[in-house]
T-cell receptor
């Protein structure tokens, strides 16, 4: 089945550090990937839609200068949390859909737990 | 009214029970319906994927979609402790790469 790999799985860093999270589709191409944020015991909150070769589309209330998204190839999207602060601590998850065949479901990475001290 | 409503639970059942999870939605444009299972500190795992109305069965899992009532269900037969997780319903329109709309998720505990 379709596999989405996310790296790293856990990051602990000091306040003010920038952190990059990678999302890769391992066995399919994805022109679009999605980035979510999830707080404990809550559902996934869509942050942005990452489009290969163009700018990401951010949801209302998500700072695009804070959460930089780059989708440079059909198998890789990155989310960079710039100058991270404790309030940015959360579980970040990406998803991707095989855009070859029609009507394919989205598959999720295993998430990245970000802890800012 | 939220686009997708899902009772967050928690739901606790004995091992071997039949579990019924459900979601209601308001947007009649939704055509694709999914159920994901999420273990603690893991990403959601796709369980069932259905298009439009009808039933789909996969092992112990059965997904039902009733578009006329805007109601979807997931049934788990012979539930096991390993089924303990949060179950998220999700749905989307058929047009292009539109994001999923999720329910809040139902936390399920299957007690041995």
């Amino acid at each position: 089945g379709a596999v989405v790999s996310q790296h790293p799985s856990w990051v602990i860093c000091k306040s003010g550090t920038s952190v990059k999270i990678e999302c890769r589709s391992l066995d399919f191409q994805a022109t679009t990937m999605f980035w979510y944020r999830q707080f404990p015991k809550q559902s996934l909150m869509l942050m942005a839609t990452s489009n290969e070769g163009s700018k990401a589309t951010y949801e209302q209330g998500v700072e695009k200068d804070k959460f930089l998204i780059n989708h440079a190839s059909l198998t890789l999207s990155t989310l960079t949390v710039t100058s991270a602060h404790p309030e940015d601590s959360s579980f970040y998850i990406c998803s991707a859909r095989d855009t070859g065949p029609p009507n394919q479901p989205q598959h999720f990475g295993d998430g990245t737990r970000l802890s800012i001290l | 009214q939220k686009e997708v409503e899902q009772d967050p639970g928690p739901l606790s059942v004995p091992e071997g029970a039949i579990v019924s999870l459900n979601c209601t939605y308001s947007n009649s444009a939704f055509q694709y319906f999914m159920w994901y299972r999420q273990y603690s500190r893991k990403g959601p795992e796709l369980l069932m994927y259905t298009y439009s109305s009808g039933n789909k069965e996969d092992g112990r899992f059965t997904a039902q979609v009733d578009k006329s009532s805007k109601y979807i269900s997931l049934f788990i037969r012979d539930s096991q402790p390993s089924d303990s997780a949060t179950y998220l319903c999700a749905m989307t329109r058929p047009s292009g790469n539109t994001p999923l709309v999720f329910g809040k998720g139902t936390r399920l505990s299957v007690i041995a």
